[in-house]
């Protein structure tokens, strides 16, 4: 879809300013709410997500258990004011699919044989969107997770790359993600560099690929770095050192 | 569910009986409210609310729409809630059932039939085009008192809200037309004894629950009257006393938070 | 006197090596080297790398005192809530009491309290509990504290330092499950005082010197600086 606005011009600065490497402003606040069992409040550009986990506790319906390990429920939802025209609440199949590759991608890191029959639900709430909401999503599930008390083998991240303009650039902003030429969100679980989540849509050549790819994960690292201060800096108390 | 230990139950029973509340609190005082307006950048308007460790989000939509045919030149209005499974380890997820439902109509009729907001100045093109207000309660901390958090928050969100004429080629944008609103006031009742904002203990073992909205004038706007237990006139009297007690408090912090 | 520093560690964090040290709970092993599973506080004293959790569900183990809630009778004895990632199922020969089949709301019902003892944990961590002890029994009066089991050593305190203190202070009767409830029965103000003690407990765990700061509050009375 073309559109008469430049994405990014010939300097190689972007409508809001940022280089092809950079990635929006991100902050990130551990165990914000009283009744979740660990929660993470996320700010990632203009978009606003509260994740809360709940768990590990009883599998309901019973015929869902798994007798061997803990099932993942993750439920990503948009809050109805979240977005420019209003959603009508409730899931929908965008949601529910969002929904099953974040589930997945946690199944992947969370040691889930330490709890047969349970489950471990993590709810995901968009209350402001701009682009990018499954990445700041999964990556706030990590930091709930945490928060949590809940094993896993890594703290898990997400990041997108994509190409506007012909250029490949990381973390795509609204108009870029609506005018742009291709989107590729990735979920790595940052201590192996494994990659959990994995989705494209657009056009890239193979070398394009690779390139966003190689940005995605890079940026992916920085906001792992992100992530463990918050949690570090929530937890260790100032009177010590590290 | 989660199972309430009936020696809890027991123990809140006998705090009472001496005049006392689990928290501390006097029988006709309110946690500590934190009013937060501006929150959502693709809503209209939004407030973040918290009582206590109760947490409601509060959005406003804006759309342009037909009206109803028997009000031709009023705006049309709509509030939803959802009791999210974000906000408490008892919520399911799925469609919403009567305690959603409940809160969202109980909200909406505060609003709407004590005229606050002003929907015949929501007229674009009579019988034609009129602006549609969309409420979305969004629970997302569940410690006791959704009625008095998501009203407030549907309140504060309204009052900051932008009409956003510009989107739709309409003129200016310009502020959401809202009248002095009635604050609304819930107590519940156990073991004999009223106290008002029940936190998620009081709540839990509450036998009846009446939210009162107030006006300016102390006037009674909205009543309701939820759970199968039963109140005296006497303390029906008593519960709209504290309400009008508290709500004038709770509107000055309102307009303080909104910059009235 | 060396000075132990308390390090909190995070999932995936790279604790040490095999060939050094042993991996002990909390941690898991991937080529040869040592990573945290959990957000913890790090333990290395010894030959084992622990990592002591700050929070999450309680994990049962055979012999855990524990407080629980039933949830429900069923023919041949209760579904009971301990807090754990499911309920325990409390047999009816498991209690001191007769029951004949169909009985069991006669003795135990939905919402009464329990000290019980965790009695088995099966491969799928099925759990059952039993009463039959005699410092087990059904509940009465007084009022149930919920913490987050992870700070269960700390309200003990070394050498039960710390529960003491606090009954002696408070003149309660306390009986903590490990589970996250504490029992206590007493005046209302000295329940308050132990509500405000296991609060402070639960924001301070990771510093030193709290047993020494309890009891300064303790003393104090019911109004606490916090």
Redesign the interface.
């Known amino acids: 879809m073309k559109s008469d606005i430049d994405l990014i011009d010939s300097n190689g600065k972007r409508l809001d300013g940022r280089g092809a490497e950079d990635l929006r402003p991100i902050k990130i606040e551990a165990g914000v709410l009283h009744r979740a069992d660990g929660s993470c409040y996320l700010e990632w550009g203009n978009n606003k997500i509260l994740v809360a986990v709940y768990g590990p506790r009883e599998a309901i319906p019973r015929h869902s258990q798994n007798p061997l390990r803990a099932i993942v429920n993750a439920r990503y939802n948009m809050a109805a004011f979240s977005v420019d025209d209003r959603k009508r609440p409730g899931p929908d199949r965008r949601s529910r699919e969002i929904s099953k590759v974040i589930s997945e991608a946690l199944e992947k890191v969370i040691i889930l044989e330490q709890f047969p029959r349970a489950a471990i639900d993590v709810n995901i709430e968009v209350l402001d969107a701009e682009a990018g909401t499954r990445c700041a999503g999964l990556t706030a599930a990590g930091v709930a997770l945490a928060d949590a008390g809940i094993p896993m083998i890594d703290i898990p991240v997400s990041c997108a790359a994509g190409k506007i303009g012909g250029h490949v650039v990381v973390d795509l902003g609204k108009e870029e993600d609506n005018f742009g030429d291709a989107d590729l969100p990735i979920g790595v679980s940052p201590r192996t560099g494994e990659i959990i989540l994995l989705q494209m849509d657009g056009h890239l050549t193979v070398d394009e690929f690779n390139t966003a790819f190689d940005m995605a994960v890079k940026g992916c690292h920085k906001v792992s770095e992100i992530q463990k201060k918050t949690i570090l800096d929530k937890y260790q108390p100032s009177s010590e050192g590290k | 569910m989660?199972?309430?230990?009936?020696?809890?139950?027991?123990?809140i029973n006998k705090?009472a009986e001496?005049g006392?509340r689990i928290d501390?609190r006097g029988f006709d005082e309110y946690r500590k409210i934190q009013i937060e307006t501006g929150?959502?950048?693709?809503?209209e308007g939004?407030a973040r609310v918290k009582i206590g460790?109760t947490?409601v989000?509060a959005?406003?939509?804006m759309?342009v729409g037909e009206p109803y045919s028997d009000s031709p030149e009023s705006g049309v209005m709509t509030t939803?809630a959802?009791l999210?499974?974000?906000?408490?380890?008892d919520f399911e997820?799925g469609?919403?059932r009567e305690d959603a439902i409940e809160l969202a109509r109980v909200v909406d009729r505060g609003v709407r039939e004590s005229g606050a907001l002003e929907v015949d100045k929501l007229c674009i093109e009579p019988g034609e085009k009129v602006w549609i207000v969309?409420i979305?309660l969004?629970i997302?901390?569940?410690?006791g008192n959704l009625f008095d958090a998501a009203s407030l928050a549907a309140l504060a969100a309204l009052s900051t809200a932008k009409v956003p004429a510009e989107r739709f080629e309409l003129g200016e944008d310009y502020p959401l037309p809202l009248k002095e609103p009635p604050i609304s006031c819930t107590s519940v009742k156990f073991n004999n004894v009223v106290i008002i904002d029940p936190c998620l203990d009081e709540e839990e073992i509450a036998d009846a629950r009446l939210t009162v909205a107030t006006d300016t004038n102390g006037d009674i706007r909205a009543m309701q009257k939820g759970l199968n237990g039963s109140f005296t006139k006497d303390e029906i009297q008593k519960v709209i006393k504290a309400s009008v007690d508290n709500g004038r408090e709770i509107r000055t912090q309102l307009y303080k938070s909104i910059g009235k | 006197m060396q000075e132990k520093k308390r390090k909190i560690v995070i999932p995936s964090q790279l604790l040490g090596d095999i060939k050094s040290k042993n991996a002990g709970k909390g941690t898991f092993v991937e080529n040869g080297k040592i990573y945290s599973e959990i957000l913890g506080v790090l333990n290395e004293g010894g030959r084992y790398i622990d990592v002591i959790p700050l929070k999450g569900r309680y994990d049962p183990s055979i012999g855990d005192l524990i407080i629980g809630v039933v949830e429900e009778a069923l023919g041949s004895g209760w579904l009971v809530d301990i807090n754990a990632s499911s309920p325990a199922l409390l047999h009816q020969n498991e209690v001191p009491w007769r029951v004949d089949f169909g009985d069991t709301e006669r003795y135990l019902n939905h919402g009464d309290s329990i000290m019980a003892k965790i009695l088995s944990i099966d491969e799928s961590k099925k759990l059952q509990i039993t009463l039959n002890d005699r410092n087990l029994y059904k509940l009465k009066g007084g009022h149930i504290i919920n913490f987050e089991p992870s700070i269960y050593r700390r309200i003990m305190g070394k050498k039960y330092s710390m529960i003491e203190i606090i009954q002696k202070y408070t003149r309660c009767r306390i009986k903590v499950g490990k589970n996250g409830r504490i029992w206590v029965d007493g005046d209302a103000d000295g329940i308050e005082k132990v509500e405000k003690v296991i609060s402070k407990i639960e924001c301070e765990t990771v510093s030193f010197g709290l047993t020494n700061r309890v009891e300064e509050l303790l003393k104090k009375g019911a109004k606490d600086v916090r």
């Open positions: 989660t199972v309430v230990p009936m020696i809890k139950r027991d123990y705090l001496q006392k501390g929150i959502v950048q693709k809503a939004s460790n947490l989000l959005g406003i939509k759309d939803a959802e999210i499974p974000l906000a408490s380890p997820a469609p919403p969309f979305d969004h997302l901390d569940y410690d």
